[in-house]
């Protein structure tokens, strides 16, 4: 009694080892080492420099690329670093990230209709950064294509109420209807037959 353990996500190290023991191993594993870039958003910073530091080690060609939201944005979980405090975790490795591209709400929100509408997959707004992101960039990359999604969409039926992303009769029955878990997406520039498959 009158103790308690805060993980303190932005500053633990722990957070990093995480991605860079775990979720990096595994992506190269999956993609047969065939990465040729990892896009992902920026929370705590724990998962674009755990991973993106494993990747790197591994091929110093791989491109990091961070899904930043604009200024003044509506996307939880995220990040705008201009107007943001950088967490501890991610300053110590920010070298890693190679490039952020930055995303309006609305390229947010329109890319998780298209999600649920193509895969079934109902996703949170990072999760539709994240793509909006890929769109920017996907003439540029070559090789396979890594998205991580942070987040699914249950508990956000009152914000894509407010900004008109699905009204509550539409998100009841698409959360209903849909495969709900964080997931990865690899997507190929190069086997069209091997894009967008997903694990959850």
């Not at 633990?12 to 080492?33: L, M, Q, V």
């Not at 947010?108 to 950064?129: C, H, Q």
Request: proline letters at 4%; hydrophobic letters at 30%.
């Amino acid at each position: 009694p009158g103790k308690y353990y805060s993980p303190d996500q932005y500053n633990n190290d722990a957070n990093f080892r995480s991605h860079y023991y775990g979720t990096g191993p595994e992506i190269w594993k999956e993609t047969n080492g065939e990465v040729g870039a990892f896009i992902t958003g920026i929370g705590t910073g724990g998962t674009i420099t755990g991973v993106g530091t494993y990747l790197k080690e591994k091929n110093s060609n791989i491109k990091i690329i961070a899904a930043e939201p604009q200024k003044n944005h509506n996307i939880q979980g995220l990040r705008n670093l201009d107007e943001s405090e950088k967490p501890e975790l991610l300053k110590r490795r920010i070298e890693v990230i190679d490039e952020k591209i930055t995303v309006t709400d609305k390229e947010s929100f329109d890319m998780i209709k298209k999600l649920s509408s193509a895969e079934n997959l109902f996703a949170g707004p990072s999760t539709g950064s994240v793509l909006a992101a890929l769109n920017k960039t996907i003439n540029k990359l070559e090789g396979k294509i890594v998205l991580l999604f942070g987040d699914n969409a249950a508990k956000y039926k009152s914000i894509y109420s407010k900004f008109g992303v699905y009204e509550e009769k539409e998100f009841d029955k698409r959360l209903k209807e849909s495969k709900n878990n964080c997931f990865t997406c690899t997507y190929s520039n190069t086997d069209p037959e091997d894009s967008c498959r997903i694990r959850q």
